[in-house]
Nanobody, 115 residues
Framework: VQLVESGGGLVQPGGSLRLSCAAS????????MSWVRQAPGKEREMVAT????????NYANSVKGRFTISRDNAKNTVYLQMNKLNPEDTAVYYC?????????WGQGTQVTVSS
């Protein structure tokens, strides 16, 4: 299993970013996927989850209405569109997979929201 995130960076408050996670080594279309973030000095927080088909999504209350998770099963990629970013969104964002009792993580991508 390999999960590779991209798309992070520095953005001003109110701005937008789109994260991508390219997956390989397993049947992507059969597995739910999640985005999880960890801010400095804080525990990891589940940001969003999407079902294997993409038909169901769940979000942390802190990002509802601002973030959108989606997936392209033909491209084995899951996305996180982040709008109206604020400094509290600053964190390392990880792609996360639970599969057959094991948990997998990407290397993470840094998102920094600052003026």
């Amino acid at each position: 299993v390999q999960l590779v995130e991209s798309g992070g960076g520095l953005v001003q408050p109110g701005g937008s970013l789109r994260l991508s996670c390219a997956a390989s080594g397993f049947t992507f279309s059969s597995n739910p996927m999640s985005w999880v973030r960890q801010a400095p000095g804080k525990e990891r927080e589940m940001v969003a989850t999407i079902s294997s088909s993409g038909g169901r999504t769940n979000y942390a209350n802190s990002v509802k209405g601002r973030f959108t998770i989606s997936r392209d099963n033909a491209k084995n990629t899951v996305y996180l569109q982040m709008n109206k970013l604020n400094p509290e969104d600053t964190a390392v964002y990880y792609c996360n997979l639970w599969r057959a009792g094991d948990e997998y993580w990407g290397q993470g991508t840094q998102v920094t929201v600052s003026s």
